[in-house]
């Protein structure tokens, strides 16, 4: 079934959404892209007629309770995005008087669904070494089993709109479909623009596809720039990643941040690249600073000549020249992760930088995907959200569909 096929009239739907958003200290939401994304979905449901029970994850609680992370907090701000009033369950697991009595038009937002372990699914509390793991496991996925079930039973149709947590098998997520016939479970309509904005990266692929790969850690993206140098021309790797390859290459990183266990990896990814005719792009200079501070002292100087005491935290201006030379005359582009510690408002430049180059191509007429949560909020702090073609609001799952990966969230809908 797909939404735009479903007349919701007075008809009770569960949706799947990803309102897991930034807050700070105080509770307040710090960036709306999430709840903003999923409107479309919730507001044709409510315009059909239908009643909504909106159902999401925040943060990681590990299966606790944790008031920080209560949904509670954003319940107003999902009642001013929907134009109407928000009844709150405060157990997700134990809300069916709740959800019996929505009439057509009202909303029920359901607490934090990874307060109970059944939502992901994992035994807490146990060793993966133990004996007794294997045992535990089993017995949680039988208790995911009836949560999801207990969910499903609050409504007569489910929808996942929840592309940022689609890689996941969770009771809400996938489990939770197995409750509904084909008639009535779909995705929404977030979801289906994910799909088929991958779908556009992969089956159609306009050349030069320079894809960009940022943020902190080589070890966290190692699967998907392993694959990505199956399909790319020009592969940039940038930010924190930046110098566990300087030091690889027998560069000096002072104080950056560096993986020296993935020195070994690194050299192989140039190795790789240099075999598949890959065009690998990594920073030559960096700014540096005396402390990872936003007011720290800084220079600019070789990423494989940063004195102790000092670390790379952004691009260098003949690194963003470089980078920037790469994206303008690419086709398709992918980008994830930002180029230096961008939340410093002084360490933004090469992050900046990849950002102007990539409107600049999109405008030229290419095909520009950004995903993972920091290049989002890289491109919504700079403005240019709207001026790339897609701004995807997943990152692992983003990454993991582009790896050519069955998404659990998807398959529990499509089949495939
Ligand atoms: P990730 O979660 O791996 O995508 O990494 C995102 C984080 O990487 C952001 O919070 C950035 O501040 C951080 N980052 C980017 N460049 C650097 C750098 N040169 N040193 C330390 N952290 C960085």
Redesign the pocket.
């Known amino acids: 079934m797909t939404i735009d096929n479903f007349n919701f009239d007075g008809k009770k739907a569960i949706v799947r959404v990803d309102f897991n958003v930034p807050l700070d200290e105080n509770g307040h939401i710090t960036d709306d892209t999430r709840i903003r994304g999923a409107l479309p979905t919730l507001k044709k449901i409510l315009k059909d007629g239908g009643s909504l029970i909106i159902m999401s994850h925040m943060g990681k609680p590990k299966g606790k309770v944790n008031p920080k992370m209560s949904l509670a907090q954003i319940k107003d701000a999902v009642a001013k995005a929907l134009g109407t009033e928000v009844e709150f369950a405060a157990d997700a697991a134990d809300a069916t008087a709740a959800a019996e009595a929505l009439k057509p038009g009202q909303v029920l937002l359901l607490e934090n669904l990874r307060f109970h372990p059944e939502e992901e699914g994992k035994p807490v509390g146990i060793d993966k070494e133990d004996p007794a793991y294997d045992a535990a496991k089993k017995e949680m996925k039988e208790r995911q089993k009836e949560f999801a079930k207990k969910l499903a039973s609050y409504a007569d149709v489910y929808v996942n709109d929840a592309f940022g947590t689609a890689h996941r098998r969770h009771a809400s997520t996938a489990v939770v479909a197995d409750y509904f016939d084909d008639d009535h479970k779909m995705l929404g309509y977030l979801m289906e623009k994910e799909v088929k904005a991958v779908d556009n990266i992969l089956s159609d692929i306009k050349r030069p596809f320079t894809a960009i790969m940022?943020?902190?850690?080589v070890s966290?993206?190692i699967g998907i720039i392993e694959n990505l140098m199956d399909k790319v021309d020009n592969l940039i790797l940038?930010?924190?990643?930046?110098?566990t390859f300087a030091k690889a290459k027998g560069g000096n990183v002072g104080n950056?941040?560096c993986e020296n266990d993935k020195l070994d990896l690194a050299l192989d990814i140039i190795r790789k690249a240099q075999e598949k005719g890959v065009n690998l792009v990594l920073g030559t200079d960096?700014v540096a600073a005396d402390a990872?501070s936003n007011d720290a002292n800084t220079m600019v100087c070789s990423v494989m000549e940063i004195p102790d005491g000092w670390?790379?935290?952004?691009a260098g201006p003949e690194t963003r020249k470089l980078f920037a030379d790469t994206i303008k005359g690419s086709k398709t582009i992918l980008w994830?992760?930002?180029?230096?510690?961008?939340?410093?408002d002084n360490?933004t430049a090469?992050?900046r930088a990849i950002a102007d180059a990539v409107v600049e191509a999109t405008k030229e007429g290419a095909f520009s995907l950004v995903g993972?949560?920091?290049?989002v909020a890289c491109v919504n702090k700079f403005g240019v959200a709207d001026e790339v073609s897609y701004v995807s609001t997943g990152?692992g799952a983003l990454l993991e569909a582009i790896e050519g990966k069955v998404l659990p969230g998807v398959a529990a809908i499509n089949g495939k």
């Open positions: 940022g943020g902190s850690k966290t993206k940038c930010g924190g990643m930046t110098y950056s941040i960096c990872f670390e790379g935290l952004d994830n992760g930002p180029a230096g510690v961008f939340e410093f360490f090469g992050s993972g949560g920091d290049s990152g």
